[in-house]
């Protein structure tokens, strides 16, 4: 109950700016990092991994990506484009990417947004 809580919380922050800004009459250049973790994994693609791909995804994100279905979020970005005269333009990023404990406690995300904020790392 709580996951899928989260999953709605997610997709609604991730459409807030899209739906919110003022339309304008050309074009906008505007660059997203969709910045996630497990669960975002899963809005990003529009459904969970197979068996097979999560065998390939604990082997190889790129690798996940190239031969796995083709992910939902993207698409739907550009059909907002399409419709509203926008290039917004989305990417993906597994975070952290390094190494790192994770274990989704509070600690988890103070240690990793707060903490580490700014230029130089306190890691």
Not at 54 to 59: A, D, H, L, Q, V
Not at 86 to 105: K, L
Request: overall charge positive.
């Amino acid at each position: 109950m709580m996951k899928s809580k989260l999953i709605v919380f997610i997709a609604l922050v991730m459409t807030i700016p899209m739906i919110s800004c003022e339309q304008k009459k050309t074009a906008s250049d505007v660059k997203i990092i969709f910045l996630h973790h497990s669960t975002g994994l899963v809005i990003w693609n529009g459904k969970s991994d197979s068996k097979i791909g999560k065998f390939i995804r604990s082997k190889s994100n790129k690798l996940a990506n190239m031969i796995g279905a083709k992910a939902q979020l993207p698409s739907l970005v550009k059909e907002y484009n399409k419709e509203y005269n926008t290039n917004y333009q989305i990417n993906n990023m597994i975070f952290p990417d390094a190494p790192y404990a994770w274990a989704n406690f509070p600690y988890d995300y103070y240690y990793l947004w707060v903490k580490n904020e700014g230029e130089e790392p306190s890691i």
